[in-house]
């Protein structure tokens, strides 16, 4: 097997037979990406050898960087005590129930159930699947809708992809007729000339509206990120989420929060509907609870939507294979564990965050950067040409890509959502590692800025 192959025969290998999640396959038959080949702490390393500080956590999952022998310790002995065995058919296995009790511990006190998947997407999926078994069994069915937001990032099933609000995603297949959308909270794109804190009441009120206008009677579920990632960090203004709560305390409809990137102590608390103190029903996870390294998703179920479903309702035709797989219970455990061990949390409220806000919130100093939000340890920057009309440095989005080039260039893994660029960096980044992480950012953007002549 393999590493005798050169940089080239691997490029032109994945060019020519493997097609790439989210990417143009024309571009990548001429524009091949980057192999990686290995990693260390919160470095990744190609073929070449060249050494990328990544300050996405691989995408969003390695929140404890590439280096913790006891996940793959734990991964190794479940291996060979018990690799697989299903869920289905009156049977569990030790992992799986240590999880759901470790899960329940963890999350929010509402929380009394978890249901295992695979992934983020499936998750909302089941989270879909819940909510009609919900209102069926409470006799009302007429409740169908769901309410989610543009620019959210739900998944990429054809389910979880419909709650999602990407426009170029919905227009490439068939989107599920009973999910609607409202305006995110994005102040700085749609805040037009209202302050911060107006806009958030304004963004607030406008699920108000949706409400009214459709009919309570006929809202089954709202599905929100408390901070909306691959849409670009949008960190909601402080009015936002107490009066979306307001709204959603008045009505009779579940809350879903989705946790896939703000749970396991991203924000600062173990979970984002803590730093905003809504009251999820349901709460997605994923990615981050295995540290990245294997897949597991799932669902906290409250004990209101716990006591109905597990009332008489006749079998609930839904789960997969690898539900509360074995080996991926495992690594989850251990990377739990960790957390809880070394108090990550505390480390990210209290020192890695703050310092990451303080020195990435000088970015805003910048000739190219428009607007800069983080909170905890996630981050985001706009570039535009001019910063009090907000004009942009090119039209169709594209300096995002022009800046994460010379990111790469420089060592720098940043992420490009149209014109802004977005951090997500492992916890375990030292304060040197964020100013060398600065430091690359800011050079990349000094190129920016040259390279459309500002
Ligand atoms: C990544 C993500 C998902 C989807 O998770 P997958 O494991 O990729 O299916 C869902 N919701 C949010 C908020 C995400 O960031």
């Not at 018990?82 to 799986?96: E, I, V």
């Not at 535009?384 to 080039?405: D, Y």
Request: aromatic share 10%; with cysteine.
């Amino acid at each position: 097997m393999g590493n005798s192959r050169t940089t080239a025969e691997w490029k032109q290998l994945d060019a020519n037979h493997h097609l790439h999640p989210f990417t143009d396959f024309n571009d990548y038959q001429n524009n091949h990406g980057r192999i990686i080949e290995r990693a260390e702490h919160i470095y990744i390393y190609d073929t070449d050898g060249k050494q990328m500080l990544d300050a996405m956590s691989g995408l969003w999952c390695c929140s404890l960087g590439y280096s913790q022998p006891e996940i793959a310790e734990a991964v190794h002995a479940q291996f060979n005590k018990l690799p697989y065995y299903n869920n289905f058919f009156q049977c569990s296995n030790t992992p799986a129930v240590e999880l759901a009790e470790k899960l329940v511990q963890m999350t929010p006190k509402q929380f009394t159930h978890v249901f295992f998947t695979n992934s983020g997407s499936e998750a909302n999926d089941t989270n879909i699947r819940l909510i009609r078994r919900y209102w069926d069994t409470k006799k009302q069915p007429k409740k169908r809708i769901i309410l989610a937001r543009t620019n959210a990032y739900h998944g990429s099933t054809i389910a979880s992809a419909s709650l999602g609000g990407f426009e170029f995603v919905h227009n490439q297949f068939e989107t599920l007729p009973y999910v609607q959308h409202i305006t995110d909270p994005n102040w700085y794109h749609n805040g037009a000339d209202l302050s911060s804190d107006e806009f958030g009441l304004h963004a607030a009120h406008e699920l108000e509206k949706k409400i009214d206008q459709l009919g309570e009677e006929n809202i089954a579920a709202f599905i929100a990120e408390p901070i909306q990632g691959a849409g670009g960090v949008i960190v909601p203004p402080d009015t936002y989420w107490p009066e979306v709560r307001r709204i959603l305390n008045e009505r009779d409809i579940l809350f879903v929060s989705d946790e896939v990137i703000c749970g396991f102590g991203r924000t600062g608390n173990m979970f984002g509907c803590e730093t905003y103190g809504t009251e999820p029903d349901l709460l997605t996870f994923a990615k981050a609870v295995t540290n990245g390294f294997q897949p597991l998703g799932g669902v906290m179920v409250s004990d209101k939507v716990a006591e109905v479903i597990t009332a008489d309702g006749g079998e609930f035709g839904h789960g997969f294979t690898y539900s509360g797989h074995p080996i991926t219970c495992a690594a989850a455990l251990a990377t739990l564990n960790i957390m809880e061990r070394d108090k990550v949390v505390d480390h990210v409220a209290n020192d890695v965050g703050p310092y990451l806000q303080k020195q990435w919130s000088a970015l805003g100093d910048h000739p190219i950067v428009g607007h800069v939000r983080g909170v905890g340890m996630l981050g985001s920057i706009e570039l535009v040409r001019n910063k009090e009309s907000r004009e942009r440095l090119e039209g169709e989005q594209k300096s995002g890509g022009i800046c994460r080039e010379f990111c790469v260039a420089n060592g720098l893994i940043m992420r490009a959502v149209g014109d802004s660029m977005i951090i997500s960096p492992p916890f375990v980044s030292s304060h040197e590692e964020i100013d060398l992480l600065i430091a690359r950012a800011t050079k990349s953007l000094d190129q920016t800025a040259e390279y459309y002549s500002v």
